[in-house]
């Protein structure tokens, strides 16, 4: 593997294993310029097709997926490796159940996951997700959410 700042090669420092996701992790060190860095390997499986509500179809981005829920989870307890770990199990899901899956099933798959680990960053992702109209169907999808806690 070269180094991603000066290309020169590395050497791994520290692999491990993650059984659930079928992926290796790499710490690495270029013998060069010393910067460190990891690598993800993964078993290449088939794709997964996200179909979209214009009607055309296109590859499952799992950095959509992170990126969405990180900007939900802005300035929340939420940490990027719980990001993660949940954007892993997403996939994971997804895979198994479809090898073509609807955009609003992504959507409400993430959704379920953020109302389990933050409200705040689940109203947050549903107001982009959901695109309340008025003010009162965002008050509504709030009353949906404060009935579910009793």
């Known amino acids: 593997m070269f180094c991603p700042v000066c290309g020169g090669d590395s050497k791994v420092l520290d692999t491990r294993t993650n059984e659930s996701t079928n992926s290796v992790k790499r710490r ?10 990891t690598t993800y390997e993964k078993i290449e499986d088939m794709p997964l097709l996200v179909l979209k509500k ?3 179809t296109e590859l499952f981005d799992r950095s959509k997926i992170l990126k969405g829920m990180a900007k939900a989870c802005e300035k929340r307890p939420v940490t990027i490796q719980e990001l993660e770990e949940m ?8 895979k198994n159940q479809y090898t073509e899956v609807s955009t609003s099933e992504i959507g409400e798959t993430i ?3 953020l109302l389990e680990i ?3 960053a ?3 992702f549903a107001s982009v997700y959901k695109d309340f109209s ?10 949906t959410l404060k009935g579910a806690e009793k």
């Not at 690495?28 to 860095?37: A, I, N, S, T, V």
């Not at 008025?134 to 009353?143: K, N």
Request: charged share 40%.
């Open 122 to 124: 689940y109203i947050r």
């Open 28 to 37: 690495r060190e270029c013998m060069q310029c010393g910067k460190r860095f």
């Open 111 to 113: 959704m379920k996951n």
């Open 118 to 120: 933050d409200q705040v």
């Open 87 to 94: 954007v892993d199990d997403i996939e994971k899901q997804l």
């Open 134 to 143: 008025d003010i009162e169907s965002f008050f509504q999808e709030l009353e």
């Open 54 to 56: 214009s009607g055309r």
